[in-house]
């Protein structure tokens, strides 16, 4: 898997970016239980991928339809 420049986010861009969906708290929370979308760390360091973010919000659409 390749690490695109700028597409990974914080989770605090993460928030800013997609407002009333996620909470840093809610996130750290989905980590540990190993639910919400994929993440990676470098050192202690939290990103996410844009493209893992959006691809798990579509599976969360299609489990609701």
Known sequence: MAVVIGEQMTPKRLVAE?????????LRWWRVQ???PKFFKV???VFYR???VQAWLDAQYAQAS
Not at 18 to 26: A, D, K, R, V
């Open 18 to 26: 997609w407002p009333g969906l996620f909470n840093e708290n809610t």
């Open 34 to 36: 190993g639910y919400g």
């Open 43 to 45: 050192g202690k360091r």
């Open 50 to 52: 844009r493209t893992d």
